[in-house]
Every structure is written in C-alpha cells, then in structure tokens.
T-cell receptor, first 111, second 115 residues
Framework: DAKTTQPNSMESNEEEPVHLPCNHSTISGTDYIHWYRQLPSQGPEYVIHGLTSNVNNRMASLAIAEDRKSSTLILHRATLRDAAVYYCILRDWGSQGNLIFGKGTKLSVKP | EPEVTQTPSHQVTQMGQEVILRCVPISNHLYFYWYRQILGQKVEFLVSFYNNEISEKSEIFDDQFSVERPDGSNFTLKIRSTKLEDSAMYFC?????????????FGPGTRLTVT
C-alpha cells in the first residue's frame, strides 16, 4: 500500500472548523483514500472515504486534490468528542484485507 | 445501530497460559479481522478471515495464534501460550463489501495483560 504522511498533532478550538491534511504522493489510480479515527480508549472508527471527487457525510467532508497527491479531512465544527487520532489510509479498490495504520494525527480540541 | 462486541473487556493471565478472546461481528458481515495495539503504539494487523479460512496474516500471527468461527455468530482469537509481549489491546473488526469498498467496523477491544 502507498504511504501517507500526516502531521503528528494539531489543535483546534471547539466549534471551529478543522482541516486535517494528508499527503500521499505515490497514490495509484485505483487507491481509495480512507479516514479512520480512534477516540481515547476505543477501537478505530470509520470516518469517510473517497477516490477523486470531494465527499460529504454526517461526520465529515473529504477534499481531494485534483492530482490526488493530497487530501484534507474537514470537520466543520469541532466538538470535544472529536478529540482523537485521525488516520489517513490508502486502500486499493477491491482490497478486503488489512488496514495499515500509521501514527496518524492526534487532534486536541480546546473548549 | 449494529455494532461489533468483544468479551471480556479485560483479561489478566499468567505467562504460558492459553487465552481466548471473543468477538461477535455485525450479523450480515462476511469478513473478519483481528488487530492489536500495544500501549502507546500503532494499531497492527494480525489476521483476516473469510469463508471459514484465513485470507491474510501478518508476521505477528505465528503458530501461537489461531482464529476460529465456531458458530454463526462468534469469531475467536486464541493465544496458546501467552508471553509478556502479548500484553496489548486486541480489536476485532468486521466488514461487508459495498461496491468494492470494505469499511471495517471495530469493536471496543479486549485489554490483555500477561503477568
């Protein structure tokens, strides 16, 4: 699987938008971009995925660069509950196998 | 909303003992996984399971580990002879295929402490 690069940590204020970046310069044409997060003392949780177009769901938005070499997870209004480690993971279409977790970005949310 | 459940939440065992960690995946899911996370470290893949057989395993998943789906609902991870370094959080996950994408749903984990 292609490698991703994320900042180790970020801080946000409650109720403000948060933009979590991910670089994946070696992404292949069939790699989907997945985001998972892990809240403290919990298992990882699926957030969103996309291929080329920007995506929205109830949890977040995913903005994908035109060349697909980077993407940004957007939390529109951070809450204290969004404090977690966020993982950007590339998965080949049709791959049902393991997720390879990096260190992710630890997001802190200040009240 | 359906969820993956795991039991027990915390297991303490002595080195050399066998442990079985249990998971109940989401009912219509067909793909099952075990991961572990040593305290303060990354989540690491152990094994994936589909159609009653292992489909992929990592180098961590050696002969001391085994998995089983003994009935239509449970998915278990057995460690035959535990070592101190097996102390970790163990996460079970399950997924179903939708348009070539396999979103994995994780359980809350079992904390294994080997003394």
């Amino acid at each position: 699987d292609a490698k991703t690069t994320q900042p180790n940590s970020m801080e946000s204020n409650e109720e403000e938008p948060v933009h979590l970046p991910c670089n994946h310069s070696t992404i292949s044409g069939t790699d989907y971009i997945h985001w998972y997060r892990q809240l403290p003392s919990q298992g990882p949780e699926y957030v969103i995925h996309g291929l080329t177009s920007n995506v929205n769901n109830r949890m977040a938005s995913l903005a994908i660069a035109e060349d697909r070499k980077s993407s940004t997870l957007i939390l529109h209004r951070a809450t204290l509950r969004d404090a977690a480690v966020y993982y950007c993971i590339l998965r080949d279409w049709g791959s049902q196998g393991n997720l390879i977790f990096g260190k992710g970005t630890k997001l802190s949310v200040k009240p | 909303e359906p969820e993956v459940t795991q039991t027990p939440s915390h297991q303490v065992t002595q080195m050399g003992q066998e442990v079985i960690l249990r998971c109940v995946p989401i009912s219509n899911h067909l793909y099952f996984y075990w991961y572990r996370q040593i305290l303060g470290q990354k989540v690491e893949f152990l094994v994936s399971f589909y159609n009653n057989e292992i489909s992929e395993k990592s180098e961590i998943f050696d002969d001391q580990f085994s998995v089983e789906r003994p009935d239509g609902s449970n998915f278990t991870l057995k460690i035959r002879s535990t070592k101190l370094e097996d102390s970790a959080m163990y996460f079970c996950a399950s997924s179903v295929e939708t348009g070539g994408i396999y979103e994995q749903y994780f359980g809350p984990g079992t904390r294994l402490t080997v003394t």
